[in-house]
């Protein structure tokens, strides 16, 4: 099949560009011809909580045309006639928040109802909603003839949308792109950690919904300190700051070791291999790229029982599925320690990751075009 995949990618950076590549690489890997339509221009400086938008890592073996400013209407009709030219026989189109729709709506209705439109839904509702997310939400979903989303959540909050389209399910899959998992110790030592310590990761970027004050007050925990176990907090901070350092300072948490910067695809398997549990605190999710990165380093995770996370971590198998509560996360922690669970934890997640195949989601989203 010729196809389109819509959504940013090289060398804009984060999980939703590292998702629309490897998914690109995966229909080539089944041998479709596959084009990437990006973004010159993802969000307006002034709407970006980060310090860039852009990566430094070498360009991926793709052909990615540059091309979607977000904020002008006068691109989407150009792109959509510029896709309707191209004649592609599906358009898989990323869709992560409402911000995005009349972008990506405008160039799907344009690119024409013979080419089959595929929305490929990382969420529905917003982590932090405002109040035009419904009206932006059902112009995108109008837009696409069928839906493929990445957990239960998401395709439940899709009918809030539309009940009649095609549609199905895939959990995402494991991002393998990291590189491989390396010695434990002597990925301490590189990050400077010390390597007879344990260590906890939480990885990503925080805003409030990832629940880093969570953690933050249960590694105040009394065992967890006397343990030295190093709290690991790798990402680079949307929100204020300083609600964090108080917490850090106010229970004198010397045993957290903040890294805040994005952190560069080339250092990402040095943090997983370093720790010993993935904590990913939420408040609330759909699902998580974290989630799939852990899976793929073979690392036990602490997750929130909030959106698709549970679908995801089989609870005392993989990990622990816990409440978001401080004391709950604090719980875990000193059970997964207390009772030596690595070993086995590990060769469970062995065994989980082998789920999350991208030829399965390519699989699915291809079942969904028409047979006629």
Not at 29 to 35: A, K, T
Not at 147 to 175: C, G, T, W
Not at 273 to 280: E, G, I, N, R
């Amino acid at each position: 099949m010729k196809i389109l995949i819509i959504g940013p990618a090289h060398p804009l950076r984060g999980g939703i560009a590292n998702f629309s590549e490897r998914l690109a690489k995966a229909f080539q890997q089944e041998g479709d011809e596959v084009e990437v339509l990006s973004f010159s221009l993802q969000y307006p400086g002034f709407l970006f909580p980060g310090k860039t938008q852009y990566t430094d890592k070498t360009a991926p073996k793709l052909t990615i045309h540059t091309r979607i400013n977000s904020i002008n209407p006068l691109n989407w009709i150009r792109n959509g006639l510029w896709a309707r030219k191209q004649d592609y026989d599906m358009i898989v189109v990323m869709y992560w928040q409402p911000f995005m729709s009349p972008c990506l709506g405008t160039i799907s209705r344009i690119a024409g109802k013979r080419t089959f439109r595929v929305g490929q839904l990382h969420n529905m509702i917003p982590h932090e909603p405002g109040k035009l997310d419904k009206i932006f939400s059902r112009y995108f979903v109008r837009s696409m003839d069928a839906f493929m989303a990445l957990s239960k959540s998401v395709l439940e909050d899709l009918k809030l949308f539309d009940k009649q389209k095609p549609r199905d399910l895939n959990p995402h899959p494991i991002y393998d792109s990291f590189g491989d998992l390396t010695d434990k110790y002597e990925a301490r030592k590189k990050l400077g950690l010390n390597p007879d310590k344990p260590v906890i990761l939480f990885f990503g970027f925080i805003r409030k919904y990832k629940g880093l004050d969570l953690l933050l007050e249960a590694v105040a925990d009394e065992n967890i300190k006397a343990r030295g176990i190093q709290v690991v907090v790798a990402g680079e901070f949307y929100d204020d700051s300083e609600e964090y350092l108080d917490i850090i300072r106010n229970n004198k948490l010397d045993h957290v070791v903040l890294r805040n910067e994005f952190i560069a695809d080339k250092d990402v398997a040095s943090y997983f291999s370093a720790s010993d549990l993935v904590v990913q605190p939420y408040r609330s999710a759909t699902q998580s790229g974290v989630t799939q990165i852990a899976f793929h380093f073979e690392k036990p995770m602490v997750v929130t029982d909030v959106g698709g996370l549970s679908e995801i971590v089989p609870h005392k198998k993989a990990g622990f599925v816990v409440d978001p509560q401080p004391k709950a996360i604090a719980e875990a922690i000193n059970e997964f320690y207390d009772h030596q669970l690595e070993k086995q934890m590990i060769e469970n997640v062995r065994h989980e990751k082998a789920k999350y195949a991208w030829d399965k989601l390519v699989n699915k989203i291809k079942a969904l075009y028409p047979k006629h």
